[in-house]
């Protein structure tokens, strides 16, 4: 299962250099953050990909893939249009933190409610 590993890895990092090269000079920082982000979620796809017909694993792609890359993209998303426009980020920050965690709750809204139904039945 270890011998695509490399390969993947060379094609993250020059995925990468390739991102940051191209952008860092517009973006700055912000391009920095994308690539770093971009390539960590084609790693665990990659990773998933590669390992899913070797092991058996269960996982939820919802809440293990698109949940957190849903997030991630408001993020994205929110950061380049508040860059590209010049506003403000008083509030962006309290916004990113609400509606992750609007988006969460609702990702996980079966899980929380059998807590909730098990913590009701003990008190």
Known sequence: YSKPLPLYYLFLAFFKITFMYLFTAYYGLLAIIAATLITYLIEILLLYIGIRNIFKIKLNNFKMIFAPMTIALLILTGETIIRTLNLSYTWI???????SVILLIWFYRNELLIQWTK???KA
Do not use: A, E, R
């Not at 920050?93 to 509606?99: A, G, K, L, Q, T």
């Open 93 to 99: 920050h309290p916004i990113y933190i609400f509606v």
């Open 119 to 121: 913590f009701k039945m």
